[in-house]
């Protein structure tokens, strides 16, 4: 278990985690959302042990995480700018380093997923497009097997395809090697499908932390004829509208009674989840 109390981080006169308590079971996938300046790389940072906390504390099983060489071994944190190298270039002698520095890390399959991603042990970094240092940020990540696994963006630089290859290896992964990974993103449509728990930052605090299925229930979306859609809709706050032709679809926000339920049924709408992405859009402000 990781766990923050009271945690504080400032950049001169700009707080970036303000008083943030947070408590991170192990053996869950954690979808970490927020805005631009949110505070979600300071605090991926400072759970990793990257950054000394202001105030407070970090904790990892009850033992502090910052310069514990014992705690940051069970850590592993890859970030979207990258930083894997530390002066090293060659991808093989990276992973070798990977291996020393964590002895969860399993090389056996960190060649498999170089193998996936089309990538080979003697290439550098250097070398490596934006899409392919992403890809190579998996592997390290992945492949460290730690205990608590971050990926702070680290899929941005790679095409569909090499995004769909992350998720699916993480899945597949996360079930054979059950651990706790935390997924910071802003394609979060793309990736709420990997997550059991969503934590909203805003402003440096903890806006929302809540298992997914029960966020998607905060609203509905609404489709059928746009007459129909418009009519069943007002008065309720809409958080967005799409249509198609004479069809309709309007997500709003807040539950349903189960009598609206009903009516909407009796006029041929119909009723889903609304879009992880919609919620948050809405509860961090609107657009």
């Known amino acids: 278990m990781i766990t923050t109390t009271d945690l504080c981080v400032r950049y001169g006169e700009t707080t970036a985690l303000d008083a943030l308590d947070l408590d991170l079971p192990a053996g869950r996938i954690y979808g970490l959302l927020g805005r631009n300046g949110a505070g979600k790389t300071t605090l991926l940072s400072t759970l990793a042990g990257f950054r000394k906390p202001g105030s407070g504390r970090v904790l990892l099983d009850g033992e502090p995480v910052f310069e514990n060489p014992r705690a940051t071994s069970r850590i592993c944190l890859i970030r979207e700018e990258g930083g894997l190298g530390d002066g090293i270039d060659r991808l093989g002698d990276i992973l070798d380093m990977a291996r020393a520095l ?117 609203g509905v979306a609404v489709t059928g004829p746009a007459t129909l859609v418009d009519d069943f809709v007002t008065g309720l706050t809409v958080l967005g509208e799409r249509s198609l032709g004479p069809t309709k679809e309007v997500t709003v926000y807040g539950a349903l009674a189960e009598q609206d339920r009903q009516a909407a049924r009796l006029h041929g709408l119909q009723l889903g989840p609304v879009a992880v992405q919609d919620l948050f859009i809405h509860l961090t402000g609107g657009v």
């Open 102 to 218: 964590r002895k969860t890390h399993d090389q056996g399959y960190a060649a498999a997923l170089l193998d996936r991603f089309g990538l080979s042990r003697r290439q550098t970094l250097g070398s490596l497009s934006r899409g392919q240092r992403s890809a190579f940020g998996i592997v390290v990540g992945l492949a460290s097997r730690a205990p608590l696994t971050m990926f702070d963006e680290a899929h941005l630089g790679m095409d569909a395809p090499g995004r769909r290859i992350f998720a699916d290896e993480l899945l597949a992964d996360y079930v054979a090697h059950p651990r706790t990974f935390v997924l910071s993103t802003h394609l979060i449509e793309e990736q709420s499908p990997l997550f059991e728990q969503v934590l909203i930052l805003h402003r440096g605090r903890l806006l929302l932390r809540e298992d997914v299925d029960d966020l998607r229930t905060r």
